[in-house]
């Protein structure tokens, strides 16, 4: 069963099942629940079910999405978390460690500059 499309851009679900392919990962492996979120939205969000939990069933991995108020856009983000998270036990970088070592990479420049700049 291929991939249902999401709330979002069609270039976002193409990604979506490109990422999934790539991972080996298809929507039969992952069992999915909703459940009422909590936080800001006042009774809309205590009357509907708009928090997705995903569970992959062949790691055990589980993620909990309850980001927006829209079920089909937090059913998007947790499969993408999801995704992320199974990427990093395969031992690929995440998002978070590329945006780390870009930033690990700026200030080593920045400082690199700086001894360079007081040092003359």
Known sequence: MAVRPFAVSEEKNRWLRQRMAELGVTEEEIEEKFVRSSGAGGQHVNKTSTCVQLRHIPTGIEVKCMQ???????????RRELLERIAALKGE???????????????????KRSTQKYSE
């Not at 927006?68 to 947790?78: D, G, I, K, P």
């Not at 970088?93 to 700026?106: G, I, Y």
């Open 93 to 111: 970088p995440t998002a978070q460690e590329r945006k780390m070592e870009k930033l690990r990479k700026q200030k080593s420049k920045r400082k």
């Open 68 to 78: 927006e108020r829209s079920q089909s856009l937090n059913r998007f983000l947790a």
